[in-house]
């Protein structure tokens, strides 16, 4: 409930301005629509993390400015600001933090290259990531998360697949691996790619999903199309989710490109579906690596 956040976040900061808070309300200004709040709480967030030595904080609020530029059609000002964070993020990666995870900062890592387009380098470091993740049962799922969801919207099928026998490898649960697997098979369409069949095994597996994984799951088989889907979806964040499935699988340019828009500003924010309803969406413009930049 963005209405009720916003007043919230917006005490919490005046009380106690803190960068993470600050980016969190940022993000909430841009999901309601004032981009301009949301750049000027995002150099906030980005002056406070600097004073703090908070590498990483830093950069994801230099990432987030990114996007605002981005997508208010300041590309000169977008690429330098996502030089910002991406040299802020190697800084951090070298540096030893021991207040931040390794995988983490390796994730965002791959999160920038995905911007400038590097899809070897991001799986470069997804694969890092997954190394820096196998102790924590958290991290992993993080990290393969968002392994499957760099794919889908990059078109990697390579990492795709990785992700998912990754699940395997590691013992996640079938169940929990129904959107990995899902978002393997969406990428291997999308590319026209061959399915290997390791997806549906994943998804078969899953004999315990109950509820909206159930739904999912029998939609991932060809056993629902995307507008049973969406029947079928009770609660906002399945209406979401349901809505950006929708929006993949239709054959119309037009409507696909409005489905994706309106996920893409939902207030579900944290939902993995509505970032990559907004990275399809986004501007396609190409931003080349700094001069210099020596990538692992």
């Known amino acids: 409930n963005l209405d009720r956040a916003l007043p919230l976040l917006e005490t919490a900061v005046e009380r106690a301005p803190a960068p993470d808070t600050l980016l969190r309300l940022a993000a909430v200004q841009r999901q309601k629509g004032d981009a301009k709040s949301a750049v000027s709480t995002a150099t906030r967030a980005v002056t406070l993390a600097g004073r703090a030595g908070n590498l990483l904080l830093e950069a ?9 530029e981005r997508d208010a059609g300041q590309p000169v000002e977008a690429g330098a600001t996502l030089g910002r964070a991406l040299e802020k993020t190697l800084t951090a990666r070298t540096a030893g933090l021991s207040t931040v995870s390794e995988a983490a900062i390796e994730r965002h890592l791959a999160r920038l290259l995905e911007h400038y387009g590097d899809v070897r380098g991001a799986r470069r470091a ?10 924590s049962p958290i991290e992993i799922e993080l990290t393969l998360t968002d392994m499957a969801r760099s794919a889908l919207t990059s078109g990697d099928v390579t990492l795709a697949r990785l992700a998912t026998q990754s699940t395997v490898e590691v013992g996640m649960l079938p169940e929990d691996s129904v959107y990995i697997a899902l978002w393997q098979k969406l990428t291997e369409e999308r590319t026209k790619t061959t399915p290997d069949g390791s997806a549906n095994q994943v998804i078969t597996s899953a004999n315990k999903a109950s509820g909206w994984i159930a739904v999912l799951k029998q939609f991932s088989l060809g056993q629902l199309d995307a507008k049973k889907l969406a029947a079928a979806a009770r609660t906002p964040v399945e209406r979401t989710e349901a809505r950006f ?40 413009t190409r931003y080349p690596l700094p001069e210099g930049v020596a990538l692992p």
């Open 126 to 135: 997804f694969t890092r990531a997954l190394a820096a993740s196998r102790k």
């Open 60 to 68: 994801q609020a230099e990432e987030l400015l990114f996007e605002l």
């Open 245 to 284: 499935y929708e929006a993949l699988a239709s054959r119309d340019a037009a409507e696909s490109k409005k489905a994706l828009s309106e996920v893409a500003s939902s207030p579900a924010l944290d939902l993995v579906e509505v970032r990559m309803a907004r990275d399809l969406s986004a501007p396609r």
